[in-house]
């Protein structure tokens, strides 16, 4: 009788390593693991593997692995090798696939940033190319474009919370009296903070969280976050600890409270 512990035949084991396949590397599931930028820009516009999740990931992390100019290079090039083999018209879904990802990265709010902006006027000129025309998609792109565009131009932070703002509380100083912080209210001192700590986490990029996972870089948004919270504690222990008043620590407890 074989003991548990004995060595199963080969033939009765799964691998568990993934699959390598044009490029690609593949796990047990079929999910893309890795591959070349030409293999993963493929898939991206295959028309014969309908993939959102894949898609989705790919346009949220490409900035880790390849540039903006790089992306669209390959993408127009994918547009136009399909275009010179004459293929039928279920063929040519390829084609339709490579300018709906243009369309994804314009109306993705997430994926252009401010600095990316430039490539908006050569996805247009890819859009209105003698090529690209004969594809009703191309028509609906140059629009979205357009829309982006002016987004771009007069672009405004539009608040999201339509109630009130409170109105601030202004500390009682003396004729030449210097404001000191603990001049201010517990709670108005509290909302700077939060305001204060709102915008840097408006800063933070989605490829930073990536790339911080794979550099440990600490130069960038997510740092800045980092850094500011820590000295705030920081501040918050030195002014309890170093303060001999009770009523100064009590201000910098009831703005801790506040900020809760």
Known sequence: MDSPNDPQPLSNQE????????GLLLDS????KSGTLKALVERLTSHEIADPDYSKVFLATFKSFTTLDELFKLLVDRFQVQQSLGLTPEQKATQERVISTFESMVTDGDILEKEDMYIL???KAFALSEDATSFPAAKNLVAVIEQATQRAESAKIVPTNTAPRPSPIYPNLKANQKLNLLDIEPL?????????ESSLY???RRVEC???AQQNQSMDGIGTV?????RIADWVANSVMSSDAPHQRAIIVKTSDQCR
């Open 202 to 204: 408006q800063r933070v």
């Open 121 to 123: 006027d050569r996805i």
């Open 226 to 230: 980092i850094q500011t919270s820590n």
């Open 210 to 212: 990536l790339q911080r």
């Open 188 to 196: 108005e001192l509290a909302r700077q903070l939060t305001l204060l």
């Open 15 to 22: 691998p568990s390593y993934p699959e390598a396949k044009d």
């Open 29 to 32: 599931d079929g999910i893309v």
